[in-house]
């Protein structure tokens, strides 16, 4: 199909073509009582194509069982010279060469998962389900969406330009969602687990996670309003860093949609703070050998001991930023969201450094304040200006041990202060889809309690 495709393309008065083909194979399986409640297999493929007329970029895409007929791709084809011909030409525009030399091989592939039984898998989830009521079945009344999934997929890009390359990968999955009940009182506790090998899932894990933190949940109380020192636990503050990943797309920095912009070389965040975007991550979930453009993965430093160093590009931006000032490379930040979509800008494994010290010793230096399980509303916060007040809830600390939990509590500040004011790193770096932190030590966040 590709080699069709690509006679086509061959023949049209264009400039030059690339052409993105996915294909892919998923499945998920749910367990309710020890039975299967849900249960999808499916296999999908699609073929993407851009071309270069004249300094315009168009794109199309098919996804069409019939896609092998030759007359379905010279509709394919010509769509995307249509859409080039009513675009604006743009200079920046173009396609990436081939690769010189080789590229690192990476721990993203199970060979042996297609050897792997649907039975086998399901039995995974309902392991999962079976260790999550185990942590205590008197009080964990009922067990959500115990649920096992993976997705193979093999990548293939090829370009005018002589690049042509294809890698397979894997990914597995499990999660769950304990619900604990006491007096009357009901309170939910979820974790998970992914890796790109189906036997390194820790299956016991994620059930004694998610029962614990459910019924840890129990019982909590409002605290008094003040200015407190607050941990944020690494899946929290995941989520504030996550939102933070905006202000390092070279995108948002020309478009003045940054905080970020002109700030490079300045201590913006705290000295003990460094943030990195790495597409080479070995167990990241976003790991690949290159991007959705075929520039090279690699690892860019983005802030150094709270020093601004740099920004995340693509071939396009990286080529726009060039034209007013010295030469600019892409950081191998091309991303697609589906084969519908052409590839734009994006993060790739986007983490804070973790630090040397434990959890406890985190928590011990806190005499008086609250370690944050859960924020709500995080979609809330304007991702320019970075203010924010967000529902949360956690547990009260004195003395560096836990009283009681803590809920119907809120907390207001500033994204950007917040990562100033980090005075402790911890040690457990731990991904969340493509973002990671460890635990984070802030001084200073104003709560609103009673």
Known sequence: MLDRVEGILRKKSIDGYELFLDQSSHFYAEVKDGKVDTFQASRSWGISVRVLKRQRMGFSYSTSSGSVQSDVWERVVEDAIASAEATSPDPCFEFAPPIKGSLPALPTFDEALERVSEKKKIEKARLLEEATRAVDPSRIKKVRKASYQEVSSQTTLINSN?????????????????????????????????????????????????????????????????????????????????????????EQVQKGKSSLKGKKGEKVFSPLLSVVDDGLFPKGAATSPLDAEGTPSQRTVLVLQGEVCGYLYDRYW???????????????????????????????????????????????????????????????????????????SGDWIVRGRKVHPVKSIAIAGNLFELFRRVVGIGEDLRFFGGVGSPSLLVEGLEVSGD
């Not at 892409?330 to 790739?348: E, L, V, W």
């Open 318 to 392: 990286a080529n726009r930023e060039s034209l007013s000032s010295s030469r600019v490379d892409s950081t191998g930040n091309s991303k697609r969201s589906g084969i519908k979509f052409p590839p734009a800008i994006g993060i790739s494994n986007f983490f804070i450094e973790p630090g040397s010290v434990p959890l406890s010793k985190l928590t011990g230096d806190v005499q008086e304040g609250i370690v944050l399980e859960d924020v709500m509303g995080l979609h809330t916060i304007d991702p320019i200006s970075g203010d924010f007040s967000l529902g949360c």
């Open 162 to 250: 002589g690049l042509n390359f294809s890698y397979p990968s894997t990914l597995a999955s499990v999660s769950v969602t304990a619900v604990a009940e006491e007096a009357g009182e009901s309170e939910v506790g979820w974790d998970f687990d992914y890796s790109h090998f189906f036997n390194d899932l820790d299956i016991e894990r994620v059930g004694r996670t998610a029962g614990t933190r459910a019924l840890e949940s129990l019982g909590g109380k409002r605290v008094p309003s003040g200015v407190y020192p607050v941990i944020l636990r690494n899946h929290v503050a995941s989520e504030f860093l996550s939102l933070l990943a905006h202000s390092f797309l070279s």
